[in-house]
């Protein structure tokens, strides 16, 4: 078995080497550093800019999870998710799309709506304080950009948020409450209140920025993209996960002692009971 | 449709020189699909075939470039394309193009559930006796998407195109196949004169 069994073990060794670099090509942003690219942007229109943290929220909470390599199994590429087509409309292939780093992608991100932003459907839009119940913000631009502009001209004309439905049944409206929620300025339709949370504006304004007010829970999700009980929930479940692993591997080491006789039973015992209580405390962080 | 005009006429036989090798004729069997997926060329190349399509587009190129420009560009020309194909109508060869660049088309959106395809200005060149005539639309479907180089990935340029066909009534058919089905939306059937 000897022979064998480390060749196999250098195989999985050598197969696990092979995942680093795709591991180290998958970078993975924070909402703040989308912020602070599109600021840095020259690319980016004054609305962008001023709206720069809900471009953040967009990347992390609606498109990537801040993945500047993630494809979606369609269409589209970064950490905006920008389509093929407009990959190509920015000047690039898209193999050098993807692999562009962050303050790249959101350049061509931001050439290419900052071109939509004047699009006289978007500049209609801006002069209205709502539109078929919703307020009509900067989330709600962005949306209208971010799906496009011409389906945007669709719901505008239609005169309602189903004028225009993605291939998935999105509306604008819909992606727009996403963010606003996001952000914890307001809520998704249909959901009660609606009245904003900290540091947002649910209606009118366009204000659009966690700012002064914002607790640190709102903070920590915000950079993140992970609620502060989330990240909290986690931390605890690969604790008593590791505390269990731990424990059975002891286990295994003392039961193979004991059946040598090497191990007598009254220090069995208390072994056991010892494992009983870790194996507890393992159990209530997981729960 | 409209007369040539200025620089357009000039560059129209030229323009046509492109169809020597790949002209299509109209299709003859009628109910037979004899549409052909139009070809990509990248205007920013330096080719015969690139520069008489620049010169066809060179009104809206040279407006597109003094947009590009307002932004740092870094030394790169305006990205700008188009699809094209020649029929042989009879004696008459006729051109089709449709530009593509970010300030002439309407993009399509980001994210999950976006549709590939563009909305482009298209220029169908009709050659022959006579000068030419040029009929303009100003928004044609436009669906081109590139090899993928990661071949486990990417939109598969087999399911999303842009084809076109002349029958022998002298209209021509674009249909745009996006993920392997048509999109009705942009069926476009021009009568030619």
Same mark, same amino acid.
């Given at each position: 078995?000897?022979?064998?069994?480390?060749?196999?073990?250098? #195989?999985?060794?050598?197969?696990?080497?092979?995942?680093?670099? /795709?591991?180290?090509?998958?970078?993975?942003?924070?909402?703040?550093?989308?912020?602070?690219?599109?600021?840095?942007?020259?690319?980016?229109?004054?609305?962008?800019?001023?709206?720069?943290?809900?471009? $953040?929220?967009? /990347?992390?909470?609606?498109?990537?999870?801040?993945?500047?390599?993630?494809?979606? $199994?369609?269409?589209?590429?970064?950490?905006?998710?920008?389509?093929?087509?407009?990959?190509? /409309?920015?000047?690039?292939?898209?193999? +050098?799309?993807?692999?562009?780093?962050?303050?790249?992608?959101?350049?061509?991100?931001?050439?290419?709506? #900052?071109?939509?932003?004047?699009?006289?459907?978007?500049?209609?839009?801006?002069?209205?304080?709502?539109?078929?119940?919703?307020?009509?913000?900067?989330?709600?631009? =962005?949306?209208?950009? +971010?799906?496009?502009?011409?389906?945007?001209?669709?719901?505008?004309?239609?005169?309602?948020?189903?004028?225009?439905?993605?291939?998935?049944?999105?509306?604008?409206?819909?992606?727009?409450?996403?963010?606003?929620?996001?952000? !914890?300025?307001?809520?998704?339709?249909? #959901?009660?209140?609606?009245?904003?949370?900290?540091?947002?504006?649910?209606?009118?304004?366009?204000?659009?920025?966690?700012?002064? $007010?914002?607790?640190?829970?709102?903070?920590?999700?915000?950079?993140?993209?992970?609620?502060?009980?989330?990240?909290?929930?986690?931390?605890? =479940?690969?604790?008593?996960?590791?505390?269990?692993?731990?424990?059975?591997?002891?286990?295994?080491?003392?039961?193979?002692?004991?059946?040598? !006789?090497?191990?007598?039973?009254?220090?069995?015992?208390?072994?056991?009971?010892?494992?009983?209580?870790?194996?507890?405390?393992?159990?209530?962080?997981?729960? | 449709?409209?007369?040539?005009? *200025?620089?357009?006429?000039?560059?129209?036989?030229?323009? =046509?020189?492109?169809?020597?090798?790949?002209?299509?004729?109209?299709?003859?069997?009628?109910?037979?699909?004899?549409?052909?997926?139009?070809?990509?060329?990248?205007?920013?190349?330096?080719?015969? #075939?690139?520069?008489?399509?620049?010169?066809?587009?060179?009104?809206?190129?040279?407006?597109?470039?003094?947009?590009?420009?307002?932004?740092?560009? *870094?030394?790169?020309? =305006?990205?700008?394309?188009?699809?094209?194909?020649?029929?042989?109508?009879?004696?008459?060869?006729?051109?089709?193009?449709?530009?593509?660049?970010?300030?002439?088309?309407?993009?399509?959106?980001?994210?999950?559930?976006?549709?590939?395809?563009?909305?482009?200005?298209?220029?169908?060149?009709?050659? !022959?006796?006579?000068?030419?005539?040029?009929? +303009?639309?100003?928004?044609?479907? *436009?669906?081109?998407?590139?090899?993928? /180089?990661?071949?486990?990935?990417?939109?598969?340029?087999?399911?999303?195109?842009?084809?076109?066909?002349?029958?022998?009534?002298?209209?021509? *058919?674009?249909?745009?196949?996006?993920?392997?089905?048509?999109?009705?939306?942009?069926?476009?059937?021009?009568?030619?004169?």
């Amino acid at each position: 078995m000897k022979p064998f069994a480390i060749p196999r073990l250098r #195989s999985r060794w050598c197969q696990a080497w092979l995942l680093w670099p /795709a591991m180290a090509m998958a970078a993975i942003v924070t909402a703040q550093q989308v912020a602070d690219a599109v600021r840095n942007s020259p690319a980016a229109s004054t609305f962008l800019r001023t709206h720069a943290e809900a471009i $953040g929220v967009l /990347a992390i909470k609606v498109e990537s999870g801040g993945d500047t390599t993630a494809y979606n $199994g369609t269409c589209c590429y970064g950490v905006l998710q920008l389509n093929t087509t407009n990959i190509i /409309a920015a000047g690039y292939t898209v193999a +050098q799309y993807r692999n562009a780093g962050l303050q790249e992608q959101v350049d061509a991100w931001s050439r290419i709506q #900052s071109r939509a932003l004047d699009d006289p459907v978007i500049r209609r839009l801006q002069a209205m304080t709502s539109f078929d119940g919703q307020p009509v913000d900067a989330p709600f631009l =962005l949306a209208c950009v +971010q799906l496009g502009q011409g389906n945007c001209r669709t719901m505008v004309e239609s005169g309602t948020c189903a004028g225009f439905r993605d291939r998935n049944g999105k509306t604008i409206c819909e992606m727009a409450a996403t963010m606003r929620a996001a952000v !914890g300025g307001g809520t998704p339709p249909g #959901s009660p209140g609606g009245s904003g949370g900290p540091g947002g504006t649910a209606r009118g304004g366009g204000a659009f920025s966690p700012g002064t $007010g914002t607790t640190p829970g709102t903070a920590f999700e915000y950079a993140s993209g992970l609620g502060m009980g989330d990240a909290a929930n986690a931390i605890k =479940l690969m604790a008593g996960a590791l505390l269990l692993l731990w424990l059975a591997w002891t286990s295994k080491a003392t039961w193979g002692r004991f059946v040598c !006789g090497r191990v007598l039973p009254q220090d069995m015992t208390t072994t056991v009971l010892r494992a009983a209580g870790v194996a507890l405390v393992a159990l209530l962080l997981i729960s | 449709m409209v007369r040539a005009g *200025h620089a357009l006429t000039a560059s129209v036989s030229a323009i =046509l020189a492109l169809s020597h090798g790949s002209v299509h004729a109209a299709s003859t069997a009628p109910g037979t699909d004899t549409s052909v997926t139009m070809r990509w060329v990248d205007l920013r190349e330096d080719n015969p #075939s690139a520069e008489t399509l620049r010169t066809l587009w060179s009104d809206r190129l040279e407006i597109a470039t003094r947009r590009w420009l307002k932004t740092p560009s *870094h030394g790169k020309p =305006l990205p700008a394309y188009t699809l094209v194909h020649v029929f042989a109508f009879g004696e008459r060869p006729v051109l089709v193009s449709i530009l593509f660049n970010m300030y002439d088309c309407e993009l399509p959106g980001n994210g999950a559930g976006a549709d590939l395809f563009a909305r482009c200005p298209m220029r169908i060149v009709a050659g !022959g006796a006579g000068p030419a005539r040029i009929t +303009q639309v100003a928004r044609a479907c *436009h669906l081109y998407v590139p090899e993928p /180089a990661n071949t486990t990935e990417g939109p598969d340029p087999r399911q999303n195109k842009t084809r076109v066909s002349l029958d022998p009534g002298g209209t021509l *058919h674009l249909r745009v196949v996006q993920h392997g089905r048509a999109v009705p939306s942009c069926d476009l059937d021009l009568r030619l004169e």
